[in-house]
């Protein structure tokens, strides 16, 4: 039941901790748990409630019909048009329309017949999406942008809820606040975005709880019931807080708030642990409450559209595939530069180094991506079970194959400031030997990759961000126009570069001749440039990319806790020697291109890196 009405008044005898406004007292827990079995549904009656609608930001009612006991009776609803008595209908009445300032908005599509939502199943599922640590910065700024982006394009259920849930002691209307500031249009940012943000709004509700105790997650449990009907419902779970809290977090989730009409599933952040125990301990602890198919590891380095797209490349082009092997690439390189540097992460960097931050995850998963075999299909657990492969089949890297660097202060392009070098760093142990930068060389003991070096390099404050693929073939044997390259041959060599990031691109290095009557070669590039080819604005976050693919249940780009452990247990060893040997790091300044051993390093295996 809804009325469409000019204003109205209303008598509330209760707000619920949901902020509904009840004429009728809440339906109490059991008679909701009740409400969801055909029997017993006869036996309700009818409350009105009006929800409160963005309330800060315009105001909107809905008025809506819903079940309560038949004990709650006598309370009143006065409109312009008459007066609601023990929730019996007008005969004006309208099924849940959206009265805005004095105006019919629009009807709500959930429940046609005016029904209450309870006492039929749905006709569509009903996914919420709980994101714990809801007040963090990676919530704010990358996660629930991620799931508006993916609501304005239409590819979220239409049956939704978005909860943020911590500590912090936030009203729904706050949260809905405080996301409406960091919440952005990425595609469109025109009127119809303001519209889209004002009504996913309205889909997301705000849960205080903690940690420790599953006190918070049967609270959010309820809710959650509340909102979604006795149809099909899924949940997921994205855990943004740190990795100390989750063991705990999961346990209370697995027990008290897992979907019991529906799946449901679990995002995990990096880091996975901090070494081969704590990463296992981890993985014990959530395998005790869910199964490894409900567990999605994530890594956006992953998501990104051209780290994707590897696969496409070498699996869906008969040039590319038949040379992936060490007869012809004589090297490959993964590289991940910052330009910037710590931007108050310093305390838990320093904990980490950039071994544990960037290698053990973002370059190990694309060189496991890389170098796979090709999978039986393109199912998750098939690509799963190539990539752990690769990792298995790993050389144990030596220390003498590792190059360790520091950012030190440096002075600004323009003259006028200093930059802060590492040890400076808030956070940062002052005579910290933590590495903000690595170069080394990995090889895969595999008959595919043989004797390939792979060369990789991460680092913070070096001269542009930059993350890069790139691929370097071997000579031409018996090259006939030799003498037209000149001596560096490997200047003249084939190249395959997918630039990741800043701009998304293919390029292919060929030798290529000059126009003119000469013989003259010159070094050129097919290029793919993603911004010339493509409407880049089209390119998704990496956040949108995972997210929706753990909504469709497609786990092929999340890390599963085999891989994690094998690449874990390839790492160990050379940490353990760079902090029991106390390596020092070889200082270099901030916006540079990184330590000179790093190119003694490339010249040890023959390789030339990228950005000589
Ligand atoms: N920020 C980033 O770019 C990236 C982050 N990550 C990982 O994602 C997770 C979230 O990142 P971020 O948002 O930066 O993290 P925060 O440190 O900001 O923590 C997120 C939220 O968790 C709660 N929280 C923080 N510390 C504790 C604690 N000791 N005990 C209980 N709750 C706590 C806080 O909410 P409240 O106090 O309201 O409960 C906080 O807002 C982390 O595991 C991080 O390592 C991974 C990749 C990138
Ligand atoms: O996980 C992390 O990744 C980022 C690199 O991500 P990008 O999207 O900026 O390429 C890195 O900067 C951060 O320190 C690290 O924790």
């Not at 549904?41 to 409160?52: A, C, G, Y």
């Not at 609270?219 to 899924?234: F, Q, T, W």
């Not at 126009?515 to 956040?543: A, F, K, V």
Request: net charge negative; charged share 25%; glycine share 8%.
């Amino acid at each position: 039941m809804a009325v469409s009405v000019a204003s109205v008044s209303l008598l509330p005898r209760q707000i619920g901790h949901d902020w509904h406004q009840s004429v009728f007292p809440r339906v109490s827990s059991s008679h909701r748990r009740s409400a969801r079995c055909d029997k017993v549904v006869d036996s309700l009656h009818l409350r009105s409630v009006i929800t409160s609608l963005g309330s800060k930001r315009k105001r909107k009612y809905r008025i809506v019909t819903e079940a309560a006991s038949s004990d709650h009776q006598g309370a009143q609803v006065r409109t312009a048009e008459g007066v609601f008595a023990n929730g019996q209908a007008l005969p004006t009445a309208q099924p849940n329309e959206i009265i805005e300032n004095g105006n019919k908005a629009r009807e709500e599509l959930e429940s046609p017949d005016g029904y209450y939502r309870w006492n039929k199943p749905q006709a569509s599922p009903f996914l919420s999406i709980t994101v714990l640590g809801a007040t963090g910065e990676l919530a704010r700024n990358k996660i629930f942008p991620a799931l508006f982006a993916l609501y304005y394009s239409g590819n979220l259920y239409k049956n939704i809820a978005i909860f943020g849930y911590s500590r912090s002691e936030l009203t729904d209307e706050e949260f809905r606040d405080m996301l409406s500031e960091s919440a952005t249009c990425r595609v469109d940012e025109g009127e119809k975005c303001g519209e889209a943000m004002e009504t996913f709004l309205q889909s997301v509700y705000f849960e205080t709880g903690g940690y420790s105790t599953c006190d918070g997650m049967t609270k959010l449990d309820s809710r959650l019931k509340e909102i979604e009907g006795m149809g099909e419902a899924n949940r997921i779970f994205y855990l943004s807080v740190p990795n100390e809290i989750v063991p705990d977090v999961s346990r209370c989730l697995s027990r008290d708030a897992q979907s019991k009409s529906g799946w449901t599933r679990l995002i995990v952040e990096k880091p996975f642990g901090s070494d081969s125990e704590s990463s296992a301990k981890l993985a014990d602890s959530l395998l005790q409450y869910l199964d490894e198919s409900q567990i999605y590891r994530i890594d956006h380095h992953l998501g990104k559209e051209l780290i994707e797209n590897l696969t496409v490349l070498r699996f869906s082009n008969l040039v590319f595939e038949p040379l992936w092997t060490r007869t012809y690439i004589k090297s490959v390189q993964v590289m991940l530069a910052e330009d910037w540097g710590m931007e108050g992460r310093g305390g838990y960097f320093d904990q980490h180094g950039i071994i544990r931050d960037i290698v053990q995850s973002h370059l190990m998963q694309t060189i496991a991506l890389f170098a796979m075999e090709p999978p039986v299909s393109l199912d998750g657990e098939d690509i799963r079970n190539e990539k752990v492969k690769v990792l298995r089949s790993m050389r144990t890297p030596s220390l003498e194959d590792f190059c360790l660097g520091q950012y030190k202060a440096s002075i600004s392009k323009d003259g006028k400031s200093r930059i802060f070098g590492y040890l400076e760093e808030p956070g940062v142990y002052p005579n910290s030997l933590t590495p903000t930068f690595v170069a080394g060389v990995l090889y895969i003991d595999n008959a595919r990759w043989d004797g390939v070096p792979f060369l990789i390099k991460a680092g913070y404050g070096l001269i542009k961000h930059k993350v890069e693929i790139r691929i370097q073939f071997h000579h031409v044997p018996g090259n006939l126009y030799r003498e037209h390259i000149g001596l560096n041959m490997d200047m003249a060599s084939n190249e395959l570069i997918i630039s990741v990031q800043p701009d998304e691109a293919i390029f292919l290095k060929i030798n290529n001749k000059v126009p003119g009557l000469g013989t003259q070669l010159d070094s050129s590039e097919l290029n793919l440039l993603y911004r010339e080819r493509y409407d880049c604005e089209s390119i998704p976050d990496s956040y949108e990319r995972l997210i929706l693919d753990v909504i469709k249940g497609d786990n092929h780009l999340f890390i599963r806790s085999d891989e994690l452990q094998a690449s874990w247990d390839l790492l160990m060893p050379l940490l353990k020697d760079i902090e029991e040997q106390k390596v020092a790091p070889e200082m270099y300044t901030f916006g540079g291109r990184g330590p000179v051993g790093s190119y003694y390093l490339g010249a040890k295996h023959g390789v030339r890196w990228a950005d000589e």
